[in-house]
């Protein structure tokens, strides 16, 4: 989910903490704040599906050409200029230039669509991912820095469940189009403890996946950190996340022969289920702690498009899923005509994600409207956005009609 949940609570009641537990048994082996933010990026101023990108090995040579030479938008020097150059999380990215924040989650999201492009500076993140992972139970923090970058605080993480999921959707898909299969072999225990801790032990009997573990008690910091509040609410978002997560890292599993492939696959089947819940016959809530349609841009209006971002099946049958994704794109049409053109009020940034839905739609014009958007407030791409912009590439979008 891409705005901190602290900011959404008080839009649905709080849930009694329940115990959690997995709907399966162990598998075999291993156990925003935006609205703000304002910043200066070099350029012009995800958990993803796996058809997005090519399955020709990456080459370890960076490139440097602008993503469109008509545009004049150079996204990879965008991309570079996040990249945190020192200190003990070298390597990792900032959410924007001059943000100070290292945000796992929207690191996750944004490299995915830059893996052929950066493989190497890739793999680097994901040693530091890994290594910043807290043994004990397998969740990670975020982390701020006080205009030090050798001087790290670390911070609540916005969820366990989507930070996970991006990540192993991340590390499944360097693998894929890298075809480093070696990388993710040394590192598949820590991934399937990932996957597990914060996928299948929060998984509730109604297949979605809470948003915190109830164990989760990260370090605060009065200036630096956002509060933090234990929750055992299941977002409908961060699940759609969570499904494309587990069936990205079931396919690396099943192209490595391993037995565990069948049940990360069951539990995506059990996520959907949960998602498809959440509908009324036409639209989704945004959570099951609340029934009722959210009427706002976030996180109601957005949620609708989420299915078919990360091609969440909503029915046995392809007909009746397409028929839900045409309904959350209409929804997102007629509750936000202006979202491809206009930053809505209530947004720090353009959404690139729809743009991304649209492209997958065939929907070019607005596609190409919110990819101009970006541009024209180029002080708004920040990592994720970037990554959305570099998928809407990947689709075979220009940036000029």
């Known amino acids: 989910m891409f705005v901190l949940k602290s900011g959404f609570k008080s839009k649905v009641p709080n849930m009694e903490a329940k115990f959690i537990y997995p709907l399966h048994a162990l598998p075999s082996k291993g156990l925003a704040l935006l609205t703000a933010l304002t910043l200066t990026v070099a350029g012009c101023g995800g958990g993803g599906d796996s058809s997005e990108s090519t399955a020709s090995t990456a080459s370890s040579t960076p490139t440097n050409q602008p993503a469109n030479a008509n545009s004049g938008f150079d996204i990879l020097a965008n991309l570079d200029a996040l990249r945190i150059t020192t200190g003990p999380f070298a390597g990792a ?140 609410i299941a977002y409908t978002e961060d699940n759609t996340e969570n499904y494309r997560g587990l069936v990205d890292f079931s396919n690396a599993l099943k192209a490595l022969g391993d037995a565990d492939s069948g049940y990360y696959n069951q539990l995506a089947s059990s996520v959907a289920a949960g998602i498809q819940g959440r509908s009324n016959g036409s639209t989704l809530s945004v959570a099951d702690a609340d ?82 958007l970006l541009r024209a407030n180029s002080g708004k791409a920040i990592i994720n956005e970037l990554g ?14």
């Open 93 to 232: 990215y900032q959410v924007g230039v001059g943000s100070n924040w290292l945000n796992w989650y929207f690191a996750n999201i944004g490299l995915f669509a830059f893996i052929k492009d950066r493989p190497n500076e890739v793999r680097t993140y994901m040693d530091l991912y890994i290594r910043n992972v807290n043994p004990a139970n397998h969740t990670i923090n975020d982390i701020k820095f006080g205009g030090d970058l050798n001087s790290p605080i670390q911070c609540p993480a916005d969820s366990n469940d989507s930070y996970a999921s991006t990540f192993l959707s991340l590390a499944s898909e360097y693998m894929r189009v890298t075809g480093d299969v070696e990388w993710f072999r040394r590192n598949l225990p820590t991934l399937k403890s990932i996957a597990y801790a914060n996928l299948a032990v929060p998984q509730k009997p109604n297949g979605l996946i809470s948003v915190f573990r109830q164990d989760y008690t990260p370090p605060t910091h009065p200036t630096y950190c956002a509060s933090f509040t234990p929750s055992s």
């Open 291 to 372: 029934n009722t349609i959210n009427p706002d841009f976030y996180p109601g209006t957005v949620t609708q498009v989420f299915p078919q971002l990360y091609e969440v099946p909503l029915s046995a049958d392809t007909a009746t899923t397409q028929t839900g994704y045409d309904n959350g794109y209409a929804y997102l049409n007629a509750h936000a005509p202006t979202w491809s053109t206009q930053i809505d009020p209530g947004a720090g940034y353009p959404w690139m994600l729809l743009g991304y839905v649209a492209a997958k739609r065939g929907d070019t014009a607005r596609a190409q409207q919110q990819m101009s």
């Open 388 to 401: 959305f912009y570099k998928r809407i590439l990947n689709a075979g979008v220009s940036e000029i009609s």
